[in-house]
Nanobody, 111 residues
């Protein structure tokens, strides 16, 4: 079992920045994929960014150049630095590691 705890969401004006954190604990394996997904009201959950144990990263086209995913040296915490935020980035952001999910953190971008 793996527990994922997210933090860092909030309300920000368009053009602003937020940094999300996701701390993993429990039965953690060295081979993994960790990622951030988001779900806006009335929409499906979508991948925002992911990072593997080898450091390979992927991004949704809508966030490329604005968001950066990274991890700490222990590889148990993943961050999502979100810059130049837009109102359409408003959603609940979920951390994911393999088959496990966090509880979600709300990000609201006002215009």
């Amino acid at each position: 079992q793996v527990q994922l705890v997210e933090s860092g969401g909030g309300l920000v004006q368009a053009g602003g920045s937020l940094r999300l954190s996701c701390a993993a604990s429990g039965r953690i394996f060295s081979i993994y994929v960790m990622g951030w997904y988001r779900q806006a009201p009335g929409k499906q959950r979508e991948l925002v960014a992911s990072i593997t144990n080898t450091g390979f990263t992927t991004y949704a086209d809508s966030v490329k150049g604005r968001f950066t995913i990274s991890r700490d040296n222990s590889e148990t915490t993943v961050y999502l630095q979100m810059n130049s935020l837009k109102p359409e980035d408003t959603a609940i952001y979920y951390c994911n590691r393999d088959v496990y999910w966090g509880q979600g953190t709300q990000v609201t971008v006002s215009s």
